[in-house]
Nanobody, 118 residues
Framework: QVQLVESGGGLVQPGGSLRLSCAAS????????MGWFRRAPGKEREFVAT????????TYADSVKSRFTISRDNTKNTVYLQMNSLRPEDTAVYYC???????????WGQGTQVTVSS
């Protein structure tokens, strides 16, 4: 199991930006594809973005494409999610995880709350 700790969430106005971070334990971080997911109030957890082991390939949910950017720094065992042009419908708890495709493999961390509101 990889331990994952998400951070960087907060309250932001519509149109604003946030950068989420996910720190992973272990020395094999670069062996895993990683992904971001989110769970909005009253909804199922959904896929947001994934990034390959090297960072050379990314995928995005249609709802965030062109607004969010996933990246990783394998020297810091960290994956990031840069979120721009935030909308109220982006309000959710955001989680990272080890993935195959868009399927999460690891136990979930506590996540980080993102609230988009004026």
């Amino acid at each position: 199991q990889v331990q994952l700790v998400e951070s960087g969430g907060g309250l932001v106005q519509p149109g604003g930006s946030l950068r989420l971070s996910c720190a992973a334990s272990g020395r094999t971080f670069s062996s895993y594809a990683m992904g971001w997911f989110r769970r909005a109030p009253g909804k199922e957890r959904e896929f947001v973005a994934t990034i390959s082991r090297s960072g050379g390939s990314t995928t995005y949910a249609d709802s965030v494409k062109s607004r969010f950017t996933i990246s990783r720094d394998n020297t810091k065992n960290t994956v990031y999610l840069q979120m721009n042009s935030l909308r109220p419908e982006d309000t959710a708890v955001y989680y990272c995880n080890v993935v195959i495709g868009t399927r999460a493999l690891n136990s979930w961390g506590q996540g980080t709350q993102v609230t988009v509101s004026s």
